[in-house]
């Protein structure tokens, strides 16, 4: 139903794994690692310049956010008048609310490919494949002789086999088992990771928002009901998926410091543009301005 998505994050997943293969072994509990980091590198970087107009887009908003203000109660009785005036304030000014979705919908696809092709390594149990239901069990002869994806058996042999610091990437900290002490040494600290990260990514949004577009409710959604759901949603999680929220999140963190950096220099810029104009076109002391003929 989604192969659209899945074989495209398999491929990226399975280039990466066979460039670090091919340095440490396939049998490297590392190279899986490292392809898991850089198969979320790959794919944020492709959507930076997105990001870069989604945030441009966002700031544009937010100093137009007044006028949609001044709109809103001028029409409030004239719902279908009101919102055309906001539409075509927002046309005039080179804005498009709907592009600043791109970004959040491709990483939702981006997670729902990884953490079924990830998922999919191991089919010996009945499991849920998101999002389009449940998928019969295979014995583990079966798992090991089946593909996954671009991923041969030989692959899916060294997934399984492959482990970060005595952590089995498949396994989950609420599944451990008798591997729960060695899975939390590993799976709590990338979940305090995703959370913190998470929660200062937050604050930097939240901070840059006025007074007029900061909604109480979504600030505690952002701060602190995201993080404590990536702390106790990632017990649920194995632990390759816990190293893709580390490394989306890291970026991310990382990402909007960057944009929000060039854009305040972009900001200021302009601001001494306009200044520059404003006394260029200011009449000199002692001379006085022409008047236009008519």
Known sequence: MLDFIYYPVSAILWVWHTAFAAVLGPASGIAWVLAVIFLVITLRAALFFPFLKQARTQAVMQRLQPRVKAIQQKYKDDPRRKNTEI???????????????????AQVFVFIGLFHVLRSFDRTGTFDYLPVGRAAAMTAEQNAATANYLFGPTDVQSFLHADLFGAPLS???????????????????????AAVATHFTARAAMGRQTGTTAVPFMRTLSLWVFPAAAIVGGAMLPVAILLYFVTNN?????QQHVVYRRLDAETAAEATQVAARRVAAAPKPGVKPERQRR
């Open 171 to 193: 396994a989950t900290l609420a599944g451990a088992g008798e591997l729960l002490s060695t899975v939390a040494i590993v799976a709590l600290p990338l979940m305090l990771i």
């Open 250 to 254: 890291a970026w991310t963190l990382a």
């Open 87 to 105: 539409q075509q304030l927002f046309t005039d000014n080179g804005v498009n609310p709907f592009t600043s979705l791109i970004p959040l919908v």
